[in-house]
Nanobody, 125 residues
Framework: HVQLVESGGDSVEAGGSLRLSCLASGPPYTHKYMAWFRRAPGNAREGVAAIDTGDGSTYYLNSVEGRFTISHDNAKNTLYLQMNSLKSEDTASYYC???????????????????WGQGTQVTVS
């Protein structure tokens, strides 16, 4: 059984930084692929960043590349999203997602992930 618990959401001014964390429980093979998604009011949930915790390969949404960094601490079973130079358009609920396997090129797809956290709110003003 996999549980994902996010933390770190907050209200910040534009240009500021936040770091989101997602603690994963369950066997590591069940959450080899992890990602951050977000949903702004009125919008569909979109993939922000993803990582293969085995080889460290990453994916980023174009609008966050260069500002956000996804990382994973295998020893702590924790996924991170470092968000710098935050903009008002980054305001959303951010969700951690995980899966044991993903098809090639599908890291950005919501349907690729079996497990989801409850979400943490990021507000940029």
């Amino acid at each position: 059984h996999v549980q994902l618990v996010e933390s770190g959401g907050d209200s910040v001014e534009a240009g500021g930084s936040l770091r989101l964390s997602c603690l994963a429980s369950g066997p590591p093979y069940t959450h080899k692929y992890m990602a951050w998604f977000r949903r702004a009011p009125g919008n569909a949930r979109e993939g922000v960043a993803a990582i293969d915790t085995g080889d460290g390969s990453t994916y980023y949404l174009n609008s966050v590349e260069g500002r956000f960094t996804i990382s994973h601490d295998n020893a702590k079973n924790t996924l991170y999203l470092q968000m710098n130079s935050l903009k008002s358009e980054d305001t959303a609920s951010y969700y951690c997602a995980a899966s044991g396997r993903i098809g090639a090129g599908k890291a950005r797809m919501e349907s690729s992930y079996s497990y989801w956290g409850q979400g943490t709110q990021v507000t940029v003003s």
